[in-house]
């Protein structure tokens, strides 16, 4: 239980106290009535005497009273009614509330920290009322009457003739049989005879005589003058006196029951206005024993026009509902005791002490004696002579009954004269005078008569005060009997059907065991009394119990919040309202956050729907968005019936203050962080074969790598137009925020271009939530950038659509526990500030909704269809917050967030706006097919655009043609077989030998530029106005390697008029090309060893081309014909086809493979242009009967690209540096010999069935040799991974790389060749030695002059090499030295000596070279590359 202000042996003392009468004439009752008091509430502020009293027991001990208190009121006739003691206890109780500004405890129980009102003074208030108002009953004593205190006036004609009236009265109404009520405690009552005096208004000398004249008749013990009225009530003003009666009239007892009006009787009106009530409680007027417990109905609804938060004040009577409101409301004003000076409230205080002392106590002693006297002349008779005597007393009584009989009803009834009910009275008057060891033993005694007697009620009541006696005898010589309470209340509520008396013993004993710290047994004893019958009861009961819970030794804080629950469930129907709303709130305390959530589902709805009966409405809203806001695993109907209930106190909330700002709303739920915006217009869809470029778009998915290579693109285009350098102020464009983006920034939004916020809604919940008028909410600043000091700037808000237009959507649909996400645009037509607050949107559901099954059985959004069953406009703010900092030391210690600033751009001026189209572009193609395509530049804006460029990481890919019109094919017409390339038509003759053209890389946009891969786009005049459009020819040639490719190509183009904030535009496009195989080509080079050609010097080459069909028969190709093989090189060409086989078709059919070769021979002099210059050479040897001009577009465009990206590769691999310079440039030379820098271009065509129609596909294939002997491939090699070897651990001593050049380099340096006859007859029977001359022609490859030594000496070194070339020698000088200067040739003339016939290798001599002016000597011999046989003949 809670704390209470008074200890319990202060409680009990206090709620059982001598009850005394007041009886009143109409003159007295007239001048207490000046102070607005009846004469008991007058003296009940002085009713507590200030010092200890004495007593005598029968016993002649003395015995002390302490803090003695009497109980002074009016008589009243009728007992008073159980609605109305209802009722008032329902006003005591909704009176009292928490103060304000109390400091609830703090109590800690494991993890919970609780805060809890340690008091309940609603609970002391009701026991206090509720002990009081407790009617009087005929098997107890205590509230019955000792007393009666007559009261007349002095100012009366013959106050003593009056005094003998009021005695008349008492005396009819104490033995009257028509007065059942109120009850005495003995038949010869103490009659107290007190003379009013009015001190201001009286004449004290004839009140004086009349006291005196009391004294001789009534005796100085039985009579008293009280003086009162010292000062008239009009001087009120003039000093302040205090009101020590307002603290006892708040609380209306209704013991006080009696109305202004004259008489002492008068309670007629109260009966009337409780007839109600009576109807209600299906009673009648015999019932005594309490209330019944068959309420049908709460008897007293709240009143309305009463306000129940007020303390009620006003005088202690029980009115109607409406006139108790008039009075209370006419009484807040009003000074009680205004007429009263201090002098007189002493008289009062003494009056009552004058009372006690001389009156009341030698009363009660004398009464106890006499009672004792009664009792000990019983106790020498037998017990059975005193049980015949007892039924001599009692007359007819029923004969003893079974246990059952009993069980139905409360026993038997005493006569008031029973000898039992006189040891009772005994026990009582003992108990009322604080005499607790006599009240015990009397107690006890009766308590055995009773159950003796199967009296049960009277049982009960023994037990209960014998109970209590004990408790409270002075120095505990025996512990609490809480069995006999025990019994008491089960006999009361069981068998008695007195649920009163049981409340009595429950508050008594629960109280008992609590300065016990019996807390366990407490709770169990106050549950056990709740019942249906009373709300009000059980609520407080249940409250009590839940304190009990949490102040145990180790708090049960779950039991505490769901008794709590349980309490305020019993407020909430007594019509407690606050109460209630106060229990839950506690209770939620326990339950909030512990993942309990269907129980804080339901306490956050009683509290939403008790908050907003109370019309505290901010509170009912927040409650109701706890419900809705966390995961709810309620069922699709009961979070309907939220949203529902939610949506209606919202409603009521925005109609209380229209005008206010919009109510942030708690639904949807929208995540911050994946709010995305994007910054212009919607991409327009395919057109037939007009394809827009694909840009940025909110339906693409963010990838980091994508974003970097568009950064990259964008920088390398920058860096070109600002002069290979990037300046500081560049950022790269970004059209799509969203959290990946780097948003530290102010974005720049063009004006006149749509701002598109996309947000992601989120509905949390198992019902359908329709969002209706949704748009973005904004505030806008215009300023003017353009320099000018803009004094007068305002703020804008959302009511300003000439500055910024914004989108509605009429309606947007989320399905049950679904994520979706809105666009919504915006479109400045205003320089100047944006900042995106949030959305503004009507939450509402669906009608009917409940009855929707699954998801997908909702219709669309934006059908219109949906009806709204109820909506609140509100707004939901976009917050999003920046990225976490983690640079300096400070804020990796700390957690410090960055700005993130996408919803916040910088609206800038008007800015040419680009738009391409492509038509005819692919999607698959062959490798190395060409296609030619369009595209088609649109500017759309209202400003002319230039400095149109485009880049990719893949230049080989496409081309726009050369960059002159000669060389550039014009568009043909759109005939399937017509060819994409320029052709010329040749005659039949020209087969198999070259024809040559010659073109510069320039031409072709390939520059010997840092950048090859920024290609500006040739516009006509380089600038496209507005509105204006372009459609220039595009060549793409398919990928070498198979798959598919993502080609990004990033537009760059700038505004005519520079702009501050804005330098340039881009516009992305990326195209998806499936490439698939098609032909596979390999070439090699190697000298020809014959010598001569026409020109007569050295450096003949042959080529070997080998074509693979490596085409898969998906792409419906039936077959490649080779058409025309073209070389491309600054020094050599190719001259004549060598064909080996006469076959002249170059058809290559599935999985096919072709071999060509070709001769080479260098350019003549006027053709080799020096190094510097970027002219090629170009030699076609055609197939067919077209020459296609490969020094034109696109042939040529594609060959310089492929020729240009493999440089790049080229130069990417790093270098070696040795430390003699010396020996790298001799490699240098020596390694320039085996170069050869020739480009072979395969051109084909391929015949595709496709449709039942047979296409012609062309393309080209490009192979560049760089290296004599080295297989050259037309597509990229995949390099095998190396096997795994273990690994070497060593000390790197020399990290110098060996300089020394390769065997094939060495071997290219010099070129050897022997001139011999195939066959030599000779007579051997003749002459024994044959003699044959032989040439070796000797020629320097190189630009360097050359050393060498021939050796001819045989130095064989396995028996294999004996036998080839036998027993043969070398005749005359066996080693030559000689030097070769740059490209020389030289002849020797040698002789080979034979002794048998045979076949003979005559490549036994060895050369050694060496670069003339290097020291180092480089030696190695020459490896002829084929055996030089001769055949010896015997003729």
């Known amino acids: 239980m809670a704390q209470c202000v008074q200890s319990v042996q202060e409680l009990i003392p206090d709620s059982f106290v001598p009850c005394v009468a007041a009886l009143c004439s109409d003159e007295a009752e007239r001048l207490t009535r000046l102070n607005h008091l009846s004469f008991a509430e007058l003296l009940k502020p002085f009713s507590r005497l200030t010092s200890e009293v004495h007593m005598r027991d029968p016993n002649n001990q003395l015995h002390i009273i302490k803090n003695l208190k009497i109980a002074v009121s009016n008589i009243v006739t009728q007992p008073p009614q159980p609605g109305a003691i209802r009722k008032l206890l329902s006003d005591v109780v909704s009176g009292s509330q928490p103060a304000e500004g109390l400091v609830a405890n703090v109590i800690t129980a494991g993890d919970y920290d609780l805060n809890i009102s340690a008091t309940t003074p609603w609970f002391e208030s009701y026991r206090e009322t509720f002990l009081q108002s407790m009617p009087a009953s005929d098997h107890e004593f205590l509230n019955h009457y000792l007393a009666c205190m007559l009261v007349a006036s002095s100012s009366e004609a013959d106050p003593v003739e009056q005094f003998s009236k009021l005695s008349q009265e008492q005396h009819r109404i104490q033995h009257n049989s028509d007065y059942s009520y109120p009850k005495w405690f003995i038949p010869n009552t103490l009659k107290y005879y007190v003379l009013l005096h009015d001190v201001s208004a009286g004449d004290e000398q004839r009140a004086e005589s009349i006291y005196e004249e009391m004294k001789q008749k009534y005796g100085t013990q039985g009579c008293y003058l009280l003086k009162i009225n010292s000062r008239t009530s009009n001087r009120a003003s003039d000093e302040q006196i205090p009101d020590p009666w307002s603290q006892y009239l708040q609380k209306n007892s209704i013991q006080n029951q009696e109305s202004y009006e004259d008489g002492p009787c008068t309670v007629t009106s109260n009966k009337n206005s409780d007839s109600n009530l009576l109807s209600l409680d299906g009673l009648d007027n015999e019932v005594k024993d309490g209330l019944p417990n068959n309420f049908r109905a709460h008897p007293l609804q709240l009143d309305p026009s009463s306000d129940p938060s007020n303390s009620i004040d006003g005088p202690d009577h029980v009115k109607s509902a409406s006139s108790l409101h008039e009075t209370k409301k006419a009484n807040t004003g009003i000074i009680h005791g205004a007429c009263l000076t201090l002098t007189d409230h002493d008289r009062i205080r003494q009056f009552i002490q004058e009372f006690t002392f001389r009156g009341l106590l030698p009363h009660i002693e004398k009464t106890i004696r006499q009672l004792n006297d009664q009792l000990i002349s019983r106790k020498g008779l037998s017990r059975s002579l005193f049980s015949a005597t007892k039924k001599w007393f009692s007359g007819s009584k029923v004969p003893e009954k079974s246990i059952n009989e009993l069980k139905n009803t409360s026993g038997l009834l005493y006569p008031p004269e029973a000898p039992e009910l006189q040891i009772r009275k005994m026990a009582d008057l003992c108990f009322l005078v604080q005499h607790y060891d006599l009240a015990y033993s009397c107690y006890h005694t009766a308590k055995k008569d009773f159950l003796n007697d199967q009296a049960m009620l009277y049982a009960a009541g023994a037990l209960e005060m014998a109970a209590v006696s004990a408790f409270l005898q002075p120095g505990a010589p025996r512990p609490y009997p809480a069995h006999y309470m025990d019994t008491a ?385 509100g707004r939901q703010d976009l917050e999003i917050q920046g990225p976490r900092l983690n640079n300096t030391k400070e804020e990796k210690t700390s957690i410090k967030y960055g700005p993130d600033r996408r919803l916040d751009p910088i609206i800038t001026e008007e800015m040419p706006l680009l738009e391409v189209f492509f038509i005819h572009f692919p999607t698959g193609l062959l490798c190395g097919e060409i296609r030619k395509a369009y595209v088609e530049f649109v500017n759309v804006s209202k400003c002319p655009l230039t400095g149109l460029k485009v880049v990719c990481k893949r230049p080989e890919f496409f081309t726009f043609g050369g960059n002159t019109a000669v060389l550039t094919p014009l568009s043909p017409s759109a005939s399937e077989n017509c060819s994409a390339y320029k052709t010329v038509v040749t005659d039949s003759t020209s087969v198999c030998t070259a024809l040559t053209s010659s073109a510069s890389s320039t031409d072709f946009g390939i520059g010997t530029g ?259 002997g080295k297989e050259a491939f037309s597509y990229p090699q995949k390099q095998e991974p190396p096997e795994m070897e273990l690994l070497k651990f060593f000390r790197p001593e020399n990290t110098t790389v060996s300089s020394r050049p390769s065997v094939e380099q060495l071997s290219n340096l010099i070129k050897t060749s022997l001139h011999y006859p195939e066959s030599f007859n000779h007579p051997f029977h003749q002459k024994s030695l044959c003699v044959v001359p032989v040439t070796l022609l000797l020629s320097n490859c190189s630009k360097a002059d050359v050393d060498v030594i021939v050796d001819l000496r045989h130095k064989t070194t396995s028996p294999e090499s004996l036998e080839i070339h036998g027993s043969f020698t070398w005749l005359g000088q066996t080693q030559y030295k000689l030097q070769l200067k740059s490209e020389e040739i030289h002849s020797l003339q040698l002789k080979a000596c034979f002794v048998h016939t045979g076949v003979y290798n005559l490549g036994t001599f060895r050369v050694f070279a060496k670069l003339s002016d290097q020291v180092t000597v480089f030696e190695t011999s020459q490896q002829n590359s084929m055996p030089a046989l001769i055949i010896i003949n015997n003729v």
Request: one cysteine or more; hydrophobic letters at 35%.
């Open 1010 to 1268: 840092s950048h090859p891969e920024v290609i500006p786009v040739p516009l006509p005049d380089t600038v496209l106005l507005p509105g204006a459009s372009v459609q220039l020819p595009m060549w793409l040639r398919g990928p070498d390697e198979e798959g598919v490719h993502e080609i990004n190509f990033l537009f760059y183009y700038e505004g005519v008029k520079t702009q501050s904030k804005v330098r340039h535009r881009i516009l992305r496009h990326t195209a998806v090309i499936c490439t698939s195989r098609s032909l596979n080509v390999r070439a090699t080079v190697c000298r020809s060893n014959s010598l001569e050609d026409e020109e007569g010097r050295g450096g003949n080459m042959l080529v070997f081309v080998d074509v693979e069909n490596i085409n898969t028969s998906e792409a419906g190709v039936k077959e490649f014909h080779i058409v025309q093989v073209s070389s491309s090189s600054k020094h050599w060409k190719l001259q004549k086809s060598v064909n080996l086989s006469e076959n002249k078709d170059a058809k290559l059919g599935s999985r096919e493979k072709g071999k060509f070769c070709f001769k080479a021979i260098r350019c003549k002099e006027k053709e080799v242009a020096t190094q510097s210059s970027e002219k090629y050479t170009f030699a076609d040897i055609i197939f067919g009967n077209e020459q296609i001009v490969s020094s034109a577009s696109p042939c040529a465009d594609f060959f310089y690209r492929s020729l240009s990206s493999e440089l790049r590769k080229s130069q990417a691999q790093p270098s070696v540096h040795t430390e003699k310079q010396s020996i790298e440039d001799a490699v240098r030379l020596i390694q320039k010999c085996s170069e050869v820098d020739l480009n072979v271009v395969i051109l084909w065509k391929a015949y595709v069935v496709e449709d039942s129609k047979q296409l012609i596909l062309e393309g080209q294939h490009h192979v560049i040799l760089h290296t004599i």
């Open 489 to 873: 209340i089960q006999t009361y509520r069981d068998i008695c059907k007195n649920i009163v008396l049981a409340e009595r013993c429950v508050l008594l004993s629960a109280e008992i065991l609590k300065s016990q710290s019996k807390y366990s047994e407490a709770a169990a004893l106050l549950i056990r009394l709740t019942s249906e019958d009373s709300d009000l009861r059980s609520a407080l009961l249940l409250e009590q119990a839940a304190h009990c819970f949490i102040n145990m030794k180790s708090p049960m804080v779950r039991k505490y919040a769901f008794h709590m629950i349980l309490a305020g469930h019993r407020f909430s129907k007594a019509g407690q309202k606050k109460h209630a709303l106060r229990c839950y709130c506690q209770a939620m305390q326990v339950y909030k956050g512990k993942g309990w959530s269907l129980a804080e589902d339901h306490i956050n709805f009683t509290i939403g729907r008790q908050s907003y009966t109370l019309r505290q409405l901010d509170n009912a809203v927040s409650a109701f968005r706890h419900i809705l806001i966390n995961e709810s695993k309620q069922s699709a109907a009961q979070q309907g019936a939220f949203l529902r209930e939610y949506l209606y106190v919202y409603k009521n909330v925005s109609q209380l203050s229209p005008d206010g700002p919009l109510p942030q709303l708690p639904l949807p739920y929208i995540n911050s962080s994946a709010t995305r915006v994007f910054f212009g217009h919607d991409r327009r869809p395919a057109d037939g074969e007009k394809q827009a470029a694909t840009h940025v778009s909110l339906d693409q998915e963010y990838d980091y790598e994508s974003s970097q290579q568009w950064r990259e693109l964008e920088e390398q285009v920058v860096a070109l137009v600002n002069k290979g350098v990037i300046p500081s102020s560049f950022h790269p464009t970004q059209y799509c925020l969203n959290s990946y983006s780097d948003n530290s920034r102010f974005p720049l939004a063009v004006v006149e271009e749509p701002i598109t916020v996309e947000v992601a809604f989120r509905n949390p919940l198992k019902v359908p939530l329709l969002l209706t008028d949704l748009s973005l909410l904004w505030k806008f600043q215009p300023k003017d950038f353009s320099g000018k000091n803009n004094e007068d700037v305002k703020e804008l808000v959302t009511s300003e659509p000439e500055m910024i237009g914004t989108e509605v959507i009429s309606e947007f649909l989320i399905n049950s526990e679904e994520s979706k996400v809105a666009r919504l645009k915006l479109f400045p037509h205003h320089i100047g500030e944006l900042h995106v607050l949030g959305v503004v949107y009507n939450l509402g559901t669906i009608q009917g909704s409940m009855t929707v099954d699954g998801i997908g059985a909702l219709p669309g959004c934006h059908t219109g269809k949906h009806s709204l069953s109820m909506s609140v406009r």
